[in-house]
């Protein structure tokens, strides 16, 4: 199976501009006010703070995942959305055999969703942990994601104790 969420992130650049553009906004209102000769207080940069750190908050999950369990391997990749065309930056990837496939964790956090997996390794004692950012994944990919890798860890047990 496939999975992207390709479509889904496609509305985080607008949300980037509409939240510069509120930041600005409330800069030049501030601005505007000090030349009044007002009293500027906390509450006239609580706007700009809330912008702040709702954009840190949408970078943050604004991330473009791809998952395929086509073939031998297990391909999961996550990369960032506003600069995805030019180059890839935040990039994180994991590509392994089926068989390395030791469990896997799903949170949902209804605005956060993240998923974790665990690969087996022979070089170490433990497993080698990864986290991978689902946010924008709808909720039928995801379900369908979990019931691939389930199926996954049901044939490394068969094959395990056959």
Not at 28 to 45: A, D, K, Q, R, T
Not at 116 to 136: P, Q
Not at 143 to 155: A, F, R, T
Request: proline share 2%; charged share 25%.
């Amino acid at each position: 199976m496939r999975f992207t969420n390709k479509n889904e992130v496609k509305i985080i650049p607008s949300i980037y501009i509409v939240l510069v553009a509120v930041f600005v906004t409330n800069i030049f209102v501030n601005i505007e006010l000090m030349s009044n000769e007002e009293p500027i207080g906390f509450s006239h940069y609580l706007p700009n703070i809330v912008t702040i750190l709702i954009a840190f908050y949408v970078h943050r999950i604004g991330q473009t995942f791809d998952f395929d369990s086509d073939g031998e391997t297990l391909n999961f990749k996550n990369n960032g959305v506003f600069f995805s065309k030019f180059m890839e930056y935040r990039v994180k990837k994991a590509e392994f055999p089926k068989r390395k496939l030791g469990k896997f964790r799903f949170n949902d956090y209804g605005i956060y969703s993240s998923l974790t997996i665990f690969i087996k390794s022979r070089r170490r004692s433990g497993f080698k942990k990864y986290t991978f950012n689902t946010t924008f994944l709808s909720r039928k990919k995801k379900k369908g994601m979990i019931v691939s890798l389930q199926k996954v860890l049901e044939y490394n047990a068969n094959k395990a104790t056959a």
